[in-house]
C-alpha cells in the first residue's frame, strides 16, 4: 500500500530521455553468473531493486550490491523504488550465507547496502557487522564495502559498523540541503549525514569514506559546489555524481537531464577540492565500478607496502 509520501507532488513537466542515457540489454556470460546465483541463493540486490542502468556492466565484471535486511524499508524518501512499509525480523542467517554467495561468486569487490531499519534498537548495525566479518572470513580477497544508513547519528551505532572492519564505508548524503527535505524522509538530516561521515573518517580504523549526490531535482550549481565543499570538509575520499531519473509515476520527476558536459565540469570542480577520486556522469550511481577499481587499486598498494 502507498504511503502518504508515494503520492505524487507538484513536479516539473515530464521530459524525455536524451541519448546519452540509452543503455545496452544486459547480457553475457558473467552477467547470467551472477544473475543464476542471485536468483539461487535469494539474495536482495540493489542493482535489481533500483533498477540501475548499470546492472551489466557491473554484473558482468564481477562485482554486485547487495541489499541486507530484507526488502522493505522505513523511510519513505522520494526518489527511492524500494518498498516502504513494516519489514518482517531479520534473518539471522543472513550474513553467513551472503558470504557463501559471494564466495562462490569470487566477487573482486561488493557493496554491501540495506534498507533503513528504524524498528530495530540499533537500526540493523550489529546485522552490518556480522555480515562484515563473514565476508571478510570467507572471502578475504574480496574488497567490502557497505553503504550504510545513517543509524539516526547514532555513534555507538556507527562504531559497530566502523570496528567490523570494511574496507570502504558509504553513506549517501543524495542531494543539496534546500532540496533534502522534499526529496529524503523527514528522519534523513543534510546534515546529520555530514555528521555521519565525519565520524567514520575520524574513527582509528582508518576507513577510505564516500558519498554520492544525485543531480536534476532543481538544484543549482552554486549548491552544488558547496555540498561538494561540505562534504570534503567532512572528510570523504570518494565523491560520485550521477543523474536521477524518476522510478516510477509516484516518484519526484526529473527537473532537468544534467550534459555530460555540465559533468565534465562538476568533477573538474570537485577533483580541485581534494578529493581522492571523483566519479561523475549520467549513468553514475554510489556504486560505480570506476571508484570501485580506484579503490580496490588503493587496497592492493596497502597490502603490497
Known sequence: MATPDRFPLPQAPKTHK????????????????????????????????????NIAECWGGGTATVMLMGEVCTRACRFCHVKVGAPLPLDPQEPEQLAQAVKELALKYIVVTSVNRDDRPDGGA??????????????????????????????????????????VVAHNIETVERLTPTVRDRRAGYHQSLQVLAYL????????????????????????????????????????????????????????????????????????????????GPLVRSSYRAAEFFLQGLMEQGRHA
Open 18 to 53: 536524451p541519448d546519452w542515457l540509452k543503455v545496452r540489454l544486459p547480457h553475457g556470460e558473467g552477467y547470467e553468473k551472477v544473475k543464476a546465483t542471485v536468483r539461487r541463493t535469494k539474495l536482495a540486490t540493489v542493482c535489481e531493486e533500483a533498477r540501475c542502468p
Open 126 to 167: 550489529a546485522h552490518f557487522a556480522a555480515a562484515i566479518r563473514a565476508l571478510r572470513r570467507e572471502s578475504p580477497s574480496t574488497t567490502v564495502e557497505v553503504l550504510i544508513p545513517d543509524f539516526q547519528g547514532v555513534e555507538r551505532d556507527l562504531a559497530t559498523v566502523a570496528e567490523a572492519h570494511p574496507h
Open 201 to 280: 573518517k575520524a574513527r582509528p580504523q582508518k576507513l577510505y569514506t564516500k558519498s554520492s549526490v544525485m543531480v536534476g531535482l532543481g538544484e543549482t550549481e552554486a549548491e552544488l559546489l558547496q555540498t561538494f565543499q561540505q562534504l570534503r570538509a567532512a572528510g570523504v575520499d570518494v565523491l560520485t555524481l550521477g543523474q536521477y531519473l524518476q522510478p516510477s509515476q509516484y516518484h519526484l520527476r526529473v527537473a532537468r537531464f544534467v550534459t555530460p558536459a555540465e559533468f565534465d565540469r562538476y568533477r573538474q570542480a570537485a577533483a580541485e577540492m581534494g578529493f581522492l577520486y571523483v566519479a561523475a
